[in-house]
C-alpha cells in the first residue's frame, strides 16, 4: 500500500513542499512584511508576501498554503472582507489576523469569520511562532486526514477507519486481500482498536456489500438469550416465546455476521457455532427442520483464544475453524502517529453532530494526548474528544477540556522534573506510585483487573502496592 503511506497532506501547483509548510502574509507596510519573513523564513518556512489584498488572492490562486497572516487594514479593502473570500474558496485554510487595532470587538469578528487567532502589532515573536506553528500544524493534520480517507475510500471504501501508521497500513492491505474471499475471518484486539468498523470494512468491500451486516455481541448475553438471537426458535421453545421468531444467521443469509467477543461464548453455543462453519446449517431453538445458510462469519476478541483452549475454556476444533485469516489489530499507543488524525477526524464528527464549530487543539492539548498511553485506546479518545466538543466555550481546545487522568499523568512527570533534590531512587518510586495508582483509578480500584493490565502477576502488584504505601481509596468493582 506504498501509494498510500506517501500520500502528500499538502498538495501544491508548482514544487513540493518542504515539512515546515509554506506561509503567505498579506499586509500594506513593508517593515512589517519584511520583519515577518525574516522571522518566518529563520525558522524554516517558505514565505510569500503580498501589499493588497487583491495581490494576495492572486497569490492564493496560484499557490497552496498552510497559513495566511493577514493585516486587518488594507488600502484597497478590509481584511476581515478579504478573510470571508479566503474562507470560501478554502474553508480549511488556516488564517491569522495581525493589526495595531487591537479590540475585542474585532477579535470576536474575527473568529466569527474563520481567523484561527488575532494577534496584536506590535507582537512577542516566541508567542507569534508558535501561534504560526500551532495553525500550520493542523492545516497539516486536517489536510492529511482528507487525503488519506479519499485514497483509503477510493481504494477500500473505508467510510470512519483514520490511521497512517504503519501497522495499520497493513491492516488495510490486508483487508483489501481477504475481503473478495468467503474466508472466515479472526480479528484479535484489545477493547476499542476498532474491531468492528474493520469487519465492515470487509463485508463492504466483499461480493456481499448489498446483503446484510449483522453485529453481535456475544459477550453482553446470557448463553439461553444469545443462542435465541443467533438461531431463532418455535413458538413454545420456552416460556416466554408465544410465537417464532427468525435468528440473526437467517437474517444475515448472504451477508456476513460479526460475532464481536466470541472468546466468552459458552462451550454449548461454541458447538452450535462449529456446525454452522462446517454444514451452514443449523436448528431453531425448539425446532427439528434444519435451516441451511450462507453467511461469512467475522469473529472478533480481546482475549487470547490460544490460552482459552489450553485452560479448556474455549473448543480447540472451533478455534482452528476462526482461526482461516487472523488480523491483529494494533492498540492505539503502538500507532500514536495517527492520534493528530484521528483527534481531526472526531472533531470534526461531534462538530456536525452537536451543531457546534470545529475545535482547534491547541499545542498542550496535542502534546498531552500524544504523551497519553490510551488503555481504552480509539474509543477512549474518541469519547474524550467527544466531551470536549460538548463542555467547550471556546474556539480551542485547550488542556483544561482533557480528563483528569491525561493530564494528571503529565503534571505528575512535570513533578519529578522539579524535584531537584529527589534521588533517583526516590524518583523512580514516585513515578512508580503514580502510574500504579493511575492504572487503579482506571479499574476503578479492582487490583485484579490492574494486574492483568500491568501484565504481573496479582501478588506482585499488592507487594508494590504495601511497600509504596498506596491506599486504596475505593472498594473495588465487583
Not at 519584511?34 to 501589499?51: I, K
Not at 481504494?155 to 504503519?166: S, T
Not at 455481541?217 to 417464532?244: C, R, W, Y
Not at 482475549?303 to 489450553?310: E, F, H, M, W
Request: hydrophobic content about 40%.
Amino acid at each position: 500500500m506504498s501509494e498510500v503511506a506517501v500520500i502528500s497532506s499538502h498538495p501544491v501547483k508548482a514544487t513540493s513542499i518542504p515539512s515546515t509548510g509554506w506561509v503567505l502574509i498579506i499586509d500594506d507596510e513593508a517593515e512589517i512584511r519584511e520583519s515577518l519573513e525574516t522571522l518566518l523564513s529563520l525558522e524554516g518556512y517558505n514565505v510569500d508576501s503580498a501589499a493588497t489584498g487583491e495581490e494576495g488572492l492572486a497569490r492564493l490562486g496560484e499557490q497552496s498554503y498552510d497559513l495566511v497572516l493577514l493585516d486587518l487594514a488594507l488600502p484597497d479593502r478590509s481584511g476581515m472582507e478579504l478573510l470571508s473570500d479566503i474562507r470560501s474558496q478554502d474553508a480549511q485554510l488556516a488564517v491569522i489576523m495581525i493589526t495595531a487595532y487591537g479590540t475585542v470587538e474585532n477579535a470576536v469578528r474575527a473568529m466569527q469569520v474563520g481567523a484561527a487567532n488575532f494577534i496584536q502589532k506590535p507582537w512577542d515573536n516566541e508567542k507569534l511562532l508558535a501561534d504560526v506553528r500551532a495553525a500550520v500544524a493542523r492545516r497539516r493534520a486536517e489536510e492529511e486526514n482528507i487525503q488519506l480517507k479519499r485514497a483509503l475510500k477510493q481504494r477500500y471504501n473505508f467510510e470512519n477507519i483514520v490511521g497512517k501508521a504503519e501497522p495499520m497500513l497493513k491492516i488495510f492491505d490486508l483487508v483489501g486481500q481477504v475481503a473478495a474471499s468467503r474466508s472466515t475471518v479472526l480479528l484479535q484486539g484489545e477493547s476499542g482498536t476498532g474491531k468492528e468498523l474493520i469487519a465492515k470494512a470487509i463485508h463492504l468491500n466483499s461480493p456481499r456489500r448489498d446483503q446484510a451486516f449483522v453485529p453481535v455481541n456475544t459477550g453482553s448475553m446470557p448463553p439461553d438469550l444469545l443462542e435465541s438471537t443467533l438461531f431463532g426458535h418455535v413458538k413454545g421453545a420456552f416460556t416466554s416465546a408465544i410465537a417464532s421468531k427468525k435468528g440473526l444467521f437467517e437474517i444475515a443469509d448472504r451477508g456476513t455476521i460479526f460475532l464481536d467477543e466470541i472468546g466468552n461464548m459458552s462451550m454449548d453455543t461454541q458447538s452450535k457455532i462449529l456446525r454452522v462453519l462446517q454444514d451452514r446449517k443449523f436448528m431453531h431453538l425448539g425446532g427439528v427442520h434444519e435451516i441451511q445458510v450462507d453467511v461469512r462469519i467475522i469473529a472478533a476478541t480481546n482475549a487470547d483464544l490460544k490460552q482459552l483452549v489450553q485452560e479448556g475454556h474455549f473448543r480447540e476444533d472451533l478455534f482452528y475453524r476462526l482461526n482461516v485469516i487472523t488480523l491483529d489489530l494494533p492498540p492505539l499507543r503502538q500507532r500514536k502517529e495517527d492520534i493528530p488524525l484521528l483527534a481531526a477526524h472526531f472533531l470534526e464528527k461531534y462538530a456536525k453532530e452537536n451543531n457546534r464549530p470545529i475545535l482547534q487543539l491547541t499545542p498542550d492539548t496535542l502534546r498531552l494526548l500524544m504523551a497519553y498511553s490510551w488503555p481504552g485506546n480509539v474509543r477512549e479518545l474518541e469519547n474524550v474528544i467527544e466531551r470536549a466538543v460538548v463542555l467547550s466555550t471556546e474556539t480551542d481546545m485547550g488542556p483544561d477540556l482533557l480528563p483528569d487522568p491525561i493530564v494528571g499523568r503529565s503534571a505528575a512527570v512535570s513533578a519529578l522534573e522539579h524535584r531537584a533534590d529527589a534521588s533517583l531512587f526516590d524518583m523512580m518510586e514516585d513515578y512508580q506510585r503514580h502510574i500504579i495508582v493511575d492504572m487503579l483509578e482506571k479499574c476503578g480500584w479492582n487490583q485484579t483487573d490492574a494486574a492483568e493490565r500491568f501484565q504481573v502477576p496479582l501478588s506482585t502488584l499488592n507487594q508494590k502496592i504495601k511497600r509504596l504505601g498506596i491506599e486504596i481509596k475505593r472498594k473495588a468493582k465487583e
